[in-house]
């Protein structure tokens, strides 16, 4: 079946911009979850959903990060005021449910010039 | 301190010789996973094998498994018969009770190269 998908692939966007990341999980996964990946580094947990609801945002580094998944399936990773800093691969996973193993998508590679 | 610990930042093998990948932990929990990611080129983090803290017998998965040591807290990642396109970063990872049982925690990576 189709895998966890992500849209765009690529981005690239200006400092100062807002930009918005999609993900969509595997069907009948009801865990999201979204990291960060910087260069050389490994991935970096952001914040999780357990069905349409955040359990855990603790990972968002600051409030310009925002995420949603208002109907418990496609998920919408929010920056607002884009920085430098920001530039990254951001990863999308899912999971059947509690304690199931995560299925990471190909990630979006966001540029912020 | 660093909850998942990988010292080789790089590392090159002989085509269909064996290889093993370092992982060492750090939790306070006793019920804990361990996980290994394959993440080629092309980015996509790949599943290749899960370790249960209960877990009595070292998890397999065709030529890949887990050396799991939890007295010392180590998880090495085995591959055996080493093919060109096993080329690609791995990463240790962990799964702890106190996340809430979802939040996993990943290691830095290690570069692993097959030479023909």
């Known amino acids: 079946g189709a895998g966890v998908s992500q849209t765009p692939s690529n981005k690239v966007t200006e400092k100062g911009k807002y930009v918005e990341l999609r993900c969509d999980p595997i069907?009948?996964?009801?865990?999201l979850y979204w990291y960060r990946q910087s260069l050389g580094q490994g991935p970096e947990f952001l914040i999780y959903?357990?069905?349409?609801?955040?359990?855990?945002d603790s990972g968002l580094p600051n409030d310009r990060f925002f995420a949603v998944r208002p109907e418990g399936s496609v998920s919408t990773l929010k920056i607002q005021r884009t920085e430098r800093g920001d530039s990254a691969v951001y990863l999308c996973?899912?999971?059947?449910?509690?304690?199931?193993?995560?299925?990471f998508g190909p990630g979006t590679r966001l540029t912020v010039t | 301190a660093q909850k998942i610990t990988q010292t080789q930042p790089g590392m090159f093998v002989q085509e269909k010789e064996a290889v093993t990948l370092d992982c060492t932990y750090d939790?306070?929990?006793?019920?804990?996973?361990l996980f290994w990611y394959k993440q080629p080129s092309s980015g996509e983090m790949i599943f290749l094998i899960y370790?249960?803290?209960?877990?009595?017998q070292n998890a397999t998965e065709g030529r890949y498994s887990l050396n799991f040591q939890k007295a010392r807290k180590s998880a090495n990642l085995v591959i055996s018969a080493s093919q060109l396109g096993d080329s690609a970063m791995y990463f240790c990872?962990?799964?702890?009770?106190?996340?809430?049982?979802?939040?996993?925690?990943f290691g830095t990576g290690t570069k692993l190269q097959v030479i023909p």
């Open positions: 069907s009948g996964h009801t865990a």
């Open positions: 959903f357990q069905g349409t609801g955040a359990a855990d």
């Open positions: 996973a899912s999971s059947l449910g509690l304690g199931s193993e995560q299925y």
């Open positions: 990872a962990m799964r702890e009770r106190t996340g809430g049982y979802q939040k996993v925690t």
């Open positions: 939790t306070s929990d006793q019920s804990y996973g």
């Open positions: 370790q249960g803290s209960y877990d009595e």
